[in-house]
T-cell receptor, first 111, second 119 residues
């Protein structure tokens, strides 16, 4: 089992819709969870972080964490064409704060 | 605007040649990660350092890859000899343990990447 798994996608939604991106992880004692966005040909950039169960909102983005089920998700409300990118889930675990990424899911927002 | 600087941005080489990639972390950051990204495997962790000491290089092929931090301003990733399967984008990312988030959490800033093509 891979340490961090994301639905392979791609995911396509119409402009204005809610995009839902999911991620599961295998290390039960993982500490911190991140979502990175990567535009084609660019480097990943951090958009959200979450460490405790529940929801965390930042503008149009909401991260959700459920440690009992070992999943973390990202909701993007009112999706815009500029949100079209690959979204990478990252999980930090271990005493040395190892940061492991999922393979990412490509989101396409149709105008 | 602080950023992670990677060189070279692009490298085309022939199989068997040595390749060295360099990374200058953000000043004051004490953690450096090396990742490799391919379409098939996504972002794979190769090695990472804290305060210049290697913490984990289990993701790195030991026979041909080596990673070092000769000083706090420079991290290097070397491949010798290179093979076509090493073709990928190599990212360096730096962070500061304890910055902003709960203690122990790394907020990583990525460099622009080094695109390697081995023919």
């Amino acid at each position: 089992q891979k340490e961090v798994e994301q639905n392979s996608g791609p995911l396509s939604v119409p402009e204005g819709a809610i995009a839902s991106l999911n991620c599961t992880y295998s290390d039960r004692v993982s500490q911190s969870f991140f979502w990175y966005r990567q535009y084609s040909g660019k480097s990943p950039e951090l958009i959200m972080s979450i460490y405790s169960n529940g929801d965390k909102e930042d503008g149009r983005f909401t991260a959700q964490l459920n440690k009992a089920s070992q999943y973390v998700s990202l909701l993007i409300r009112d999706s815009q064409p500029s949100d079209s990118a690959t979204y990478l889930c990252a999980v930090m675990s271990g005493a040395n704060s190892k940061l492991t990424f999922g393979k990412g899911i490509t989101l396409s927002v149709r105008p | 605007d602080a950023r992670v600087t990677q060189t070279p941005r692009h490298k085309v080489t022939e199989m068997g040649q040595e390749v060295t990639m360099r990374c200058q972390p953000i000043l004051g950051h004490n953690t450096v990660f090396w990742y490799r990204q391919t379409m098939m495997q996504g972002l794979e962790l190769l090695a990472y350092f804290r305060n210049r000491a290697p913490l984990d290089d289990s993701g790195m092929p030991k026979d041909r890859f080596s990673a070092e931090m000769p000083d706090a301003t420079l991290a290097t990733l070397k491949i010798q000899p290179s093979e076509p399967r090493d073709s990928a984008v190599y990212f360096c990312a730096s962070g500061s343990r304890g910055l902003v988030f709960p203690s122990g959490a790394n907020v990583l800033t990525f460099g622009a990447g080094s695109r390697l093509t081995v023919l």
